[in-house]
């Protein structure tokens, strides 16, 4: 049965980064919390070559906005208001290193900012290749083992940073190693991440990071607020200052470092054709036997572990036309942003600087 749905198995949820998401558990909140509390800027000490030249940083606008979505148009504005030279409509890695390859003239960048929004849970929105799967730890691996994708010419240094801007990027550390394979040459640039998420076009800064918090439910089967809030106070003990109640009602930052919620949700589809096999296809009569036997697919049970989602916070669905049987499963995510703020003096945001290893980590 197993070598059969293997063979049938087809996921067309949306991509999934697929190796290690946000943590939940106390120890990474408590060391979160950390970082809130201590903002001084910790300047990487490298040794300057001072015969290099290096080009001036260069912002590749990596998406589009879909319906009322800002979040490109704003990260334009703002990289453009601070005098960085941005480039528009790249949206897979391939294209981005072809136009570094055949701008660079053999000059070094100091910084090449990647804005691609994401979501640990859902992954990167970015292609491997043009019309290529979008990234993850196994697609990019697989493209960069196959060729596919091009090599990054002498247009970077050991100095050189290569910073994306997409949220929860830095917790998946597989596919930072990977994407550090994609840009690989002789002279290794640094690849930069945040593990907060970033947030362009704020009532109150252009740019600034927050610390998210989630919480799960099965779409369209809500079972409120208040239990939403004593739900997510139990899985992050550690964050007293917040009112979970009311940041689950709230949708915006009313004042500086007010915590606020966005909502998402996590599709998933399966399909299992049983044309010209041996093996029957299951009947369910409910939602539970669904259920229980999902939970006894090994490769099934790993694709919603991938999520780091139970099984319980999806509403489930089936389908059966001709030989065909079609799993459906959908989770709304709600996410807590919590605003970095300075904890001294006025209060404002914490300015992103990726120079602050608190802020972003290098790899």
Not at 117 to 137: A, Q
Not at 232 to 237: C, F, L, N, S, T
Request: net charge neutral; glycine share 4%.
């Amino acid at each position: 049965m197993r070598n059969i749905l293997r063979k049938t198995f087809v996921v067309s949820s949306l991509i999934i980064a697929s190796s290690s998401f946000i943590s939940c558990d106390t120890s990474s909140e408590k060391k979160a919390s950390e970082n809130l509390a201590i903002v001084e800027t910790s300047k990487e000490i490298t040794e300057e070559n001072t015969d290099i030249t290096y080009k001036k940083p260069i912002v590749f606008i990596a998406g589009f906005d879909k319906g009322n979505e800002t979040f490109y148009k704003d990260a334009r504005k703002y990289f453009t208001e601070e005098g960085l030279k941005v480039i528009d409509g790249k949206y897979s890695l391939e294209e981005i290193i072809l136009w570094l390859n055949e701008n660079g003239n053999n000059q070094p960048y100091s910084e090449i900012h990647i804005v691609n929004k994401s979501n640990p849970f859902k992954g990167m929105n970015l292609e491997t290749v043009v019309r290529g799967d979008k990234i993850t730890s196994e697609t990019l691996r697989k493209t960069i083992t196959q060729g596919s994708l091009p090599k990054l010419e002498d247009v970077v240094n050991t100095n050189s940073k290569i910073i994306f801007h997409a949220s929860g990027l830095v917790e998946n550390k597989e596919l930072l190693k990977t994407l550090k394979d994609a840009f690989y040459t002789k002279n290794n640039p640094k690849v930069v991440a945040s593990p907060y998420h970033t947030i362009f076009g704020g009532r109150f800064s252009n740019h600034y990071l927050a610390q998210p918090y989630y919480v799960f439910y099965p779409t369209s089967y809500s079972p409120g607020k208040m239990d939403l809030s004593k739900e997510i106070a139990r899985k992050y003990p550690e964050e007293n200052d917040i009112d979970w109640y009311d940041a689950l009602n709230n949708e915006e930052e009313r004042y500086v470092g007010e915590p606020y919620n966005t909502q998402f949700s996590i599709p998933i589809k399966w399909e299992f054709d049983y044309y010209n096999t041996d093996n029957e296809m299951p009947k369910f009569k409910s939602v539970d036997e669904l259920k229980d036997w999902i939970e006894t697919q090994e490769d099934l049970m790993y694709d919603i572990e991938k999520h780091n989602v139970s099984i319980d916070k999806f509403r489930w669905n089936w389908s059966v036309k001709a030989s065909k049987l079609v799993i459906r499963g959908r989770t709304t995510g709600l996410c807590v942003l919590k605003p970095l703020v300075k904890p001294y003096g006025e209060l404002e945001h914490v300015k992103p600087d990726t120079s602050n290893k608190r802020l972003y980590a290098l790899k």
